[in-house]
């Protein structure tokens, strides 16, 4: 089905939305992002250890490991954020 326009577009910049078949809705209605993260499928894993490691090069952080504790990572995000609006 296709997806509304935002007022003063002449297309929508959104994919068409999906509509469950009929006898079919509960399968469509179960498929969510927070059942998907519960699931935390192997590539989904992998995807977030890729970010977090990217993202950790991009502040510098060159001792970032996976199993950083996250008080060690909000330690540092505070210490930054502070330095940036000094």
């Known amino acids: 089905m296709p997806e509304v326009?935002?007022?003063?577009m002449?297309?929508?910049p959104y994919p068409d939305r999906i509509l469950p078949k009929l006898g079919h809705e509960k399968?469509?209605?179960?498929?969510?992002?927070t059942k998907l993260y519960n699931q935390r499928p192997a590539w989904l894993d992998?995807?977030?250890?890729?970010?977090d490691a990217?993202?950790?090069?991009?502040y510098g952080?060159?001792?970032y490991t996976?199993?950083?504790?996250?008080?060690?990572i909000l330690k540092r995000?505070?210490?930054?954020?502070?330095?940036?609006?000094?």
């Open 77 to 86: 995000l505070l210490a930054l954020n502070l330095a940036r609006s000094a």
């Open 10 to 12: 002449d297309k929508s």
């Open 54 to 58: 990217a993202v950790a090069q991009a």
């Open 27 to 33: 399968d469509l209605a179960d498929r969510t992002l």
């Open 46 to 51: 992998a995807a977030h250890k890729a970010l």
């Open 5 to 8: 326009i935002p007022l003063g």
């Open 66 to 72: 996976a199993d950083m504790p996250d008080e060690e």
């Open 61 to 63: 952080w060159s001792d």
